[in-house]
Nanobody, 125 residues
């Protein structure tokens, strides 16, 4: 059974940086697409980023593109989300997700079979 455990959340000032980590176990890391979803207070959950298992291509929502970077360390079975220049609007619970293969709609939460419990990121102005 796959397990995803997020870490690295906390309080960060706007314009700073923060790196989230997702430790993966119980599944064949190389065969899975991994992503990060987030849910801000009072808002619907949304896809922020995803990395393809085929060629490592990253995908980003318009709201985080050019500020956040997703990466994967296959040797350590860890997925990262580097958050640069975060804004107060990025305050949310961030969830690590996984699915076998590359989903046709990476931003659709229904595409993912495994979810972490989430880590809270709070960006102060």
């Amino acid at each position: 059974e796959g397990q995803l455990v997020e870490s690295g959340g906390g309080l960060v000032q706007a314009g700073g940086s923060l790196r989230l980590s997702c430790k993966v176990s119980g599944i064949t890391f190389d065969a899975y697409a991994f992503g990060w979803f987030r849910q801000a207070p009072g808002k619907e959950r949304e896809g922020a980023s995803e990395i393809s298992p085929m060629d490592g291509s990253p995908y980003y929502s318009d709201s985080v593109k050019d500020r956040f970077t997703i990466s994967a360390n296959n040797a350590k079975n860890i997925v990262y989300l580097q958050m640069n220049s975060p804004e107060p609007e990025d305050t949310a619970v961030y969830y690590c997700v996984a699915t076998l293969g590359q989903p046709s709609r990476w931003y659709d939460e229904r595409a993912y079979d495994y979810w972490g419990k989430g880590t809270l990121v709070t960006v102060s102005s």
